[in-house]
Nanobody, 121 residues
Framework: QVHLVESGGGLVQAGGSLRLSCAAS????????INWHRQAPGKPRELVAA???????NYADSVKGRFTISRDNAKNTVYLQMNSLKPEDTGVYCC???????????????WGQGTQVTVSS
């Protein structure tokens, strides 16, 4: 069994910063790509940032230059540093990861429950 748990969300004023964490636990052989998604009320889910196993990163245009995704493989944790936050960044932020539980298993996708980020104007 694998679990992903996000933390670090909260209420912040526009221009402020937050650092989200997504920690994976359970039986894990390796973690491939990890993504951060967000969903605002009434809007479709949006891929915000992604990081591959070799730490190649990719960002949505709306967050480039403001958000930074990173990973600590020793801790099975990925971070999302969010700076210069805007009200439109408000939403539930979820991580999902492709995780291989055993060397002989293919990777499977897992999701966390999400953490709320609210940016006030």
């Amino acid at each position: 069994q694998v679990h992903l748990v996000e933390s670090g969300g909260g209420l912040v004023q526009a221009g402020g910063s937050l650092r989200l964490s997504c920690a994976a636990s359970g039986t894990i052989f390796s973690i491939d790509t990890i993504n951060w998604h967000r969903q605002a009320p009434g809007k479709p889910r949006e891929l915000v940032a992604a990081i591959t196993s070799d730490s190649t990163t990719n960002y949505a245009d709306s967050v480039k230059g403001r958000f930074t995704i990173s990973r600590d493989n020793a801790k099975n944790t990925v971070y999302l540093q969010m700076n210069s936050l805007k009200p439109e960044d408000t939403g539930v932020y979820c991580c999902n990861a492709a995780i291989r539980q055993y060397y002989y298993h293919p990777s499977q996708g897992y999701w966390g429950q999400g953490t709320q980020v609210t940016v006030s104007s």
